[in-house]
Every structure is written in C-alpha cells, then in structure tokens.
C-alpha cells in the first residue's frame, strides 16, 4: 500500500515511517500541512494525518481534498480528544480516529482493517443501476452477464474502478491503459467516447480539462 503521511514530530514521524516500511507498505512522509496539498495525488491508497500541523492543520488538508473530488482513506492520529474534533474528523470522511499515544501496532491493525473491508466492498462493485464490475475477473457485467469489450475498453474500465470516485487524469490514462506512449489527449478521449457509446447505461463522467471518473453506484 502506498501511504502519505503527514506528522510533524520528527521522531514520531520516523518511528511510523519506519515501522509502516518493515511491514511491507511504501511511505511517502511529511512535516507541513501544505506541502501535502502541493503533492498529493490519486496514487496513494491511505492517508495519515495529523491534525495540529504547520501551515494547513489536518482536517483542513481533508477538507481541500474532498472538495476537489479527491478522495483517499484517511486515517487521523491527533492529540485531539474532544467530541467535537472527532465529530468533525468523520464528518469529513474519515475511516478511523487513532488518540496520541497510541501503540505503532495499533495503527498497522487499523490499516489492515480498512485493507480487508475495501477488498470485500470493492472486489465486485456497483457502477450504475445495472452495471458492476469486478475488479478480481477485470469483468464487466450488465444484468449479471458479462460484456464482451475490446482489451483497451476493459482496461480503461479497470483504471477507473481502481479509483472509484477519483478523477483520473490523462497521464494516468497515458502511464497505465497506453503503457506510456506518446498518446495525446484528444486519442484517449477518443477512445472512452467510443466505450461510452458501447455503453447501455452512462456512468463515466467526463470532468472537463481534468479527466473522467466513475461514481460509486448506491441504489435508492
């Protein structure tokens, strides 16, 4: 799992760096509540944010992501214990809330929580009314019966549903569907114009200059 982590004592932020890295995640760490928002993106599957940081505090860090539809796991570790902060923390969509002091295998078994509920939620996954995928088969189904789609087709559903409520932009569409040739934006919309046609229910959204995503599907 690639993780950012955001903790400005040093020492803390070393020995949870160090210990996330010997259980076998890649950890990207920070000091400064704006440098993360400087570097951020979809590619980190969790965040680990401390809250009372310099520049940008923890919660606003959150706050910014989720209004620009960036949405990654979130674990908070704070001092903070009042109900009020822990109110808002999940108000903003975190999966736990981890109070200062905590035990460094307390975080590693959060994590593997939040790793084993997204497999079991996500491995076969709603995309509208009648379409899901799965994620495991890297097939399409609508109405329980599998779509036969192109190669390219299925590989740009599965980058979509890998980050399922992220936008995902054209170099990521560049990198993992075209194997990073020199494919030019107008191409790969192109190409998911041509799969949206095949499609009997819309469900990519074309988010204008940035890229597309996908929704996750909940029914009424």
Known sequence: MKILL???EMMLNNAISEYLSNIGHRVTSFTDGQDVLDRVDTSYDLLI???NVPSVNGFDVLDTLNKKNT????IFITALIDIEDITKAY???CREYIKKPFHLEELGIKINQIL???KQTTS???LSENYSYSKTDK???FNN???NLTKKQLEIIHILALNINMIVDFERFRVDVWDAEDIDNPTIRAEISRLKKTLKEDFIKNIRGLGYKVERYYSS
């Open 124 to 126: 076969h996954m709603k």
């Open 6 to 8: 955001l903790e400005d």
């Open 71 to 74: 949405f990654i796991p979130t």
């Open 145 to 147: 019966e599998a779509q």
């Open 49 to 51: 944010l401390d809250v």
């Open 139 to 141: 097939i399409l189904y």
């Open 116 to 118: 084993k509920k997204d």
């Open 91 to 93: 108000n903003l969509g």
